[in-house]
Nanobody, 126 residues
Framework: QVQLVESGGGLVQAGGSLRLSCTASGRTVSRYTMGWFRQAPGTEREFVAGTSWNGGSGTLYNVDSVKGRFTISRDNAKNTVYLQMNSLKPEDTAVYYC?????????????????WGQGTQVTVSS
């Protein structure tokens, strides 16, 4: 079993930045694909970014929603994945979830992920 705990959410003004962290326990996730999703009230959970176990060569973003503002990275030595979010907009307001899947491929569908964190709230004020 893998337990995921997100941190780093909060309230920020439009144009500001936040860095989310997701730390895994229970197993090393160095061979897991890690993803970030978000869910606003009344909407479906949306893929934001993902990174395969080998890092940079297997990174994918939801281009339409993040358009180069967000960067996903991982530190396998710390069993942690990060989401750096810059130039935040009010429409980025959501609960952000970390997810893991035991596969090298980044998938956009939430159903493809095996483990989930509890989520961290990000609120961007205008």
């Amino acid at each position: 079993q893998v337990q995921l705990v997100e941190s780093g959410g909060g309230l920020v003004q439009a144009g500001g930045s936040l860095r989310l962290s997701c730390t895994a326990s229970g197993r090393t996730v160095s061979r897991y694909t890690m993803g970030w999703f978000r869910q606003a009230p009344g909407t479906e959970r949306e893929f934001v970014a993902g990174t395969s176990w080998n890092g940079g060569s297997g990174t994918l973003y939801n281009v339409d929603s993040v358009k180069g503002r967000f960067t996903i990275s991982r530190d396998n030595a710390k069993n942690t994945v990060y989401l750096q979010m810059n130039s935040l907009k009010p429409e980025d307001t959501a609960v952000y979830y970390c997810a893991a899947r035991l596969n090298f491929r980044v998938e956009l569908a939430a159903a493809q992920y095996d483990y989930w964190g509890q989520g961290t709230q990000v609120t961007v004020s205008s």
